[in-house]
């Protein structure tokens, strides 16, 4: 199992930036891939961005990519997303998540960090 906690939300205006971390402990050496999501009120949680763990392959859903950047340090087990250009629907919990090699599937999830863009 891996321990995931986020951090770095917070509320900015629309335009503005924010970088979350995602600090990951625990069983890290069986991490694949480490992905941010999100979740807004009364929609369902949404895959925001995805990078690997060994060779720092990206992967980025269409409504962020272009705004926000997912890097990783791997010898802090760390997960930064950076975030640029933010839009009042980027307003929602973001959660990071780790995808474990034996399962193929993101089985640990962080406690998420709220991200509020205002007009």
């Known amino acids: 199992q891996v321990q995931l906690v986020e951090s770095g939300g917070g509320l900015v205006q629309a335009g503005g930036s924010l970088r979350l971390s995602c600090a990951a402990s625990?069983?890290?050496?069986?991490?694949?891939?480490m992905g941010w999501f999100r979740q807004a009120p009364g929609k369902e949680r949404e895959f925001v961005a995805r990078?690997?763990?060994?060779?720092?392959?990206?992967y980025y859903s269409n409504s962020v990519k272009g705004r926000f950047t997912i890097s990783r340090d791997n010898a802090k087990n760390t997960v930064y997303l950076q975030m640029n250009s933010l839009k009042p629907e980027d307003t929602a919990v973001y959660y990071c998540?780790?995808?474990?090699?034996?399962?193929?599937?993101?089985?640990?999830w962080g406690q998420g960090t709220q991200v509020t863009v205002s007009s």
């Open positions: 625990g069983r890290t050496a069986g991490t694949l891939a």
């Open positions: 998540a780790a995808k474990s090699r034996a399962r193929n599937e993101y089985d640990s």
């Open positions: 990078i690997t763990w060994s060779n720092g392959s990206v």
